[in-house]
């Protein structure tokens, strides 16, 4: 999702201090909501590189220093999302926005296109007229979170200001008007990881070192990590509902639920089968030993199960420019005529038809889940924390493809396969966790991230059809 871009011809190396900031005043624009033209989709590889300035950097959305957007009341703080126009990524926008947060959106569009800002800016005036609300503000920068104009964007929403230390001298520190930063920016196939390695530890654990140690600089502390269930491994073959403690990073004391024992659980990674997974628990494992050095820290992790569906008004959806491998998108390509059949692997499992069970979860309720840990955080948190965002209950493959025939009222084509290696029957999550610590649980039913999956389908097709109707009487 986040390809490498040129460093050439970066912008001039800033000065410290006040100086870095005055200088900087006179070399940025004020930074508004993007009013670029939507593009259009277009087929490419998730490590494709889009077109960008030779530094990967929209300069002309930086904003000013020292409280800038003069065009705005006061001095606004904000949340920053990288990977913001993503399929996660894009609906955790529009709901902290629908939330009345400020937002400052990251991407450099190498897996998302720029259409999906019009479509979150729309639904979110949409809301904000009904509910009588002023609408948050909303700055777009395009760019490569792991580029070195990163700090330049990062340094953009910063003041320095004068404390006091503790034995009463006055000194200069930064001080952030990003509140918080919620991290979507890993590439994330599975079956890519495995060709192309190097790209995955590259992208999804030194540009997370490197955005650690930009965000610490200006005391941005509150994060919040886009994890996967993948880091449980083998671990998810006992067929039983996975608890955050099944994957630990420090040692760990606990109470035994039967004999009431305390048990001091030791780190252990068991079975994590591709590089993706891998990338995955090192980068927990980096937060954990990051926040245990710097009591400043509040990390969460937030382990993703299946998330699938999308916003009900069918105008946010999973579109990603490379190939389509989860269940939900693939079917769909069924359906319309994109694919001849799904391959189903697997009939003899242990499961009510013999189809493995996952744990399907709806987009939105995993958009909220990234709402209740930055509040959490802000409150509550510190040190390091993971959390698992699922259902808590299990979905057969066969019983999701029934929920979009339900949806679609048509029929899929099936074609039943063997298991493949690596697979496992059940994969579960507990959410007890999350449900108790952080006041989340999931909302939304299988059938209705099936319905509103179709919803976005049908109106995705309509909007084709209309374009390819135009084009012929062109």
Same mark, same amino acid.
């Given at each position: #999702?986040?390809?490498?871009?040129?460093?050439?011809?970066?912008?001039?190396?800033?000065?410290?201090?006040?100086?870095?900031?005055? %200088?900087?005043?006179?070399?940025?624009?004020?930074?508004?909501?993007?009013?670029?033209?939507?593009?259009?989709?277009?087929?490419?590889?998730?490590?494709?590189?889009?077109?960008?300035?030779?530094?990967?950097?929209?300069?002309?959305?930086?904003?000013?220093?020292?409280?800038?957007?003069?065009?705005?009341?006061?001095?606004?703080?904000?949340?920053?999302?990288?990977?913001?126009?993503?399929?996660?990524?894009?609906?955790?926008?529009?709901?902290?926005?629908?939330?009345?947060?400020?937002?400052?959106?990251?991407?450099?569009?190498?897996?998302?296109?720029?259409?999906?800002?019009?479509?979150?800016?729309?639904?979110?005036?949409?809301?904000?007229?009904?509910?009588?609300?002023?609408?948050?503000?909303?700055?777009?920068?395009?760019?490569?979170?792991?580029?070195?104009? #990163?700090?330049?964007?990062?340094?953009?929403?910063?003041?320095?200001?004068?404390?006091?230390?503790?034995?009463?001298?006055?000194?200069?520190?930064?001080?952030?008007?990003?509140?918080?930063?919620?991290?979507?920016?890993?590439?994330?196939?599975?079956?890519?990881?495995?060709?192309?390695?190097?790209?995955?530890?590259?992208?999804?654990?030194?540009?997370?070192?490197?955005?650690?140690?930009?965000?610490?600089?200006?005391?941005?502390?509150?994060?919040?990590?886009?994890?996967?269930?993948?880091?449980?491994?083998?671990?998810?073959?006992?067929?039983?509902?996975? +608890?955050?403690?099944?994957?630990?990073? %420090?040692?760990?004391?606990?109470?035994?639920?039967?004999?009431?024992? +305390?048990?001091? #659980?030791?780190?252990?990674?068991?079975?994590?089968?591709?590089?993706?997974?891998?990338?995955?628990?090192?980068?927990?494992?980096?937060?954990?030993?990051?926040?245990?050095?710097?009591?400043?820290?509040?990390?969460?992790?937030?382990?993703?199960?299946?998330?699938?569906?999308?916003?009900?008004?069918?105008?946010?959806?999973?579109?990603?420019?490379?190939?389509?491998?989860?269940?939900?998108?693939?079917?769909?390509?069924?359906?319309?005529?994109?694919?001849?059949?799904?391959?189903?692997?697997?009939?003899?499992?242990?499961?009510?038809?013999?189809?493995?069970? +996952?744990?399907?979860?709806?987009?939105?309720?995993?958009?909220?889940?990234?709402?209740?840990?930055?509040?959490?955080?802000?409150?509550?948190?510190?040190?390091? +924390?993971?959390?698992?965002?699922?259902?808590?209950?299990?979905?057969?493959?066969?019983?999701?493809?029934?929920?979009?025939?339900?949806?679609?009222?048509?029929?899929?084509?099936?074609?039943?396969?063997?298991?493949?290696?690596?697979?496992?029957?059940?994969?579960?999550?507990?959410?007890?966790?999350?449900?108790?610590?952080?006041?989340?649980?999931?909302?939304?039913?299988?059938?209705?991230?099936?319905?509103?999956?179709?919803?976005?389908?049908?109106?995705?097709?309509?909007?084709?059809?209309?374009?390819?109707?135009?084009?012929?009487?062109?």
């Amino acid at each position: #999702m986040w390809p490498g871009d040129s460093n050439d011809n970066l912008p001039v190396q800033l000065p410290s201090g006040l100086d870095a900031m005055e %200088h900087q005043h006179h070399h940025y624009a004020d930074s508004v909501s993007s009013s670029s033209p939507s593009d259009s989709p277009a087929a490419s590889s998730p490590l494709t590189s889009p077109d960008l300035s030779e530094d990967g950097f929209d300069i002309d959305r930086l904003p000013s220093p020292l409280g800038g957007h003069e065009h705005e009341a006061g001095t606004p703080k904000f949340t920053l999302v990288i990977g913001g126009l993503g399929y996660i990524g894009s609906h955790t926008v529009l709901e902290l926005l629908r939330e009345g947060h400020n937002v400052i959106i990251v991407d450099n569009l190498s897996n998302s296109f720029q259409n999906i800002l019009d479509s979150i800016k729309t639904l979110t005036a949409k809301h904000c007229k009904a509910n009588g609300r002023r609408m948050p503000l909303i700055h777009f920068h395009r760019l490569d979170y792991r580029s070195r104009s #990163m700090r330049f964007l990062i340094e953009s929403y910063t003041d320095l200001v004068m404390t006091i230390d503790t034995r009463g001298r006055q000194r200069m520190t930064y001080q952030s008007r990003i509140e918080g930063v919620i991290h979507f920016a890993a590439y994330k196939s599975v079956e890519e990881s495995i060709r192309r390695p190097l790209q995955y530890y590259q992208n999804n654990v030194c540009g997370l070192v490197s955005l650690l140690q930009q965000l610490d600089k200006y005391n941005i502390h509150n994060f919040i990590f886009s994890s996967s269930a993948t880091v449980y491994g083998s671990k998810a073959n006992t067929g039983e509902p996975l +608890r955050e403690e099944d994957l630990i990073h %420090h040692a760990e004391e606990r109470v035994d639920e039967v004999t009431g024992e +305390r048990i001091v #659980m030791q780190p252990s990674a068991v079975g994590l089968s591709c590089p993706y997974a891998r990338t995955k628990y090192f980068s927990e494992a980096i937060l954990a030993d990051v926040a245990a050095a710097n009591p400043a820290w509040r990390i969460v992790a937030l382990r993703y199960f299946n998330p699938v569906g999308c916003d009900p008004s069918g105008l946010l959806g999973e579109n990603p420019r490379g190939e389509a491998t989860n269940l939900y998108p693939v079917l769909t390509q069924v359906l319309t005529g994109q694919r001849e059949r799904l391959n189903v692997f697997g009939t003899d499992w242990s499961t009510r038809d013999g189809t493995a069970v +996952r744990d399907y979860i709806h987009v939105l309720d995993v958009a909220r889940g990234h709402i209740s840990a930055l509040g959490w955080n802000g409150d509550r948190g510190s040190g390091f +924390r993971a959390f698992n965002l699922g259902s808590g209950t299990g979905t057969t493959v066969l019983e999701a493809v029934r929920s979009l025939e339900a949806a679609s009222k048509r029929t899929v084509s099936l074609d039943w396969a063997g298991r493949r290696p690596g697979d496992v029957g059940v994969c579960v999550a507990s959410t007890e966790r999350a449900n108790k610590e952080l006041g989340w649980s999931p909302r939304e039913s299988v059938a209705q991230c099936a319905s509103d999956l179709w919803n976005f389908v049908e109106r995705t097709l309509g909007l084709q059809q209309q374009r390819q109707a135009t084009s012929v009487k062109a």
